[in-house]
């Protein structure tokens, strides 16, 4: 009757340590989540002044867009190497740019020197 207790209790303390391990594989914090494609996105113009470039962020004095719901001012937008890669990105520089409104925030998809 005891050896079928310990054997019981045995079984049940491996089915926990099973389920814990299963539920620490499927749900990892500081897992990478895939980006999220912004091409359906909807993209609006707006004009503005280079204020700094900074890695990836790029600081914009702008003059808003009715159409996306954003008041001019200065704002921080993500933008990528293939965007800056044929754009003015020295401070002061007067822009043309396109912009989309992304679940991480405002991303710059087109820049382009403004006369």
Do not use: W
Not at 78 to 102: H, M, N, W
């Amino acid at each position: 009757m005891k050896t079928r207790g310990f054997v019981l209790a045995l079984a049940l303390i491996s089915l926990a340590a099973c389920d814990k391990a299963e539920q620490q594989a499927t749900s990892r914090p500081g897992a990478a989540e895939a980006p999220i494609s912004t091409e359906s996105l909807p993209a609006y113009d707006a004009q503005g002044v280079i204020s700094s470039l900074e890695g990836q962020v790029l600081t914009l004095d702008h003059d808003g867009s009715v159409a996306a719901g954003l008041k001019a001012g200065r704002n921080r937008f993500t933008v990528y190497a293939d965007v800056l890669a044929e754009a003015p990105i020295t401070p002061g520089s007067r822009v043309k740019f396109q912009f989309k409104q992304t679940p991480r925030g405002l991303e710059v998809s087109k820049l382009e020197a403004r006369d």
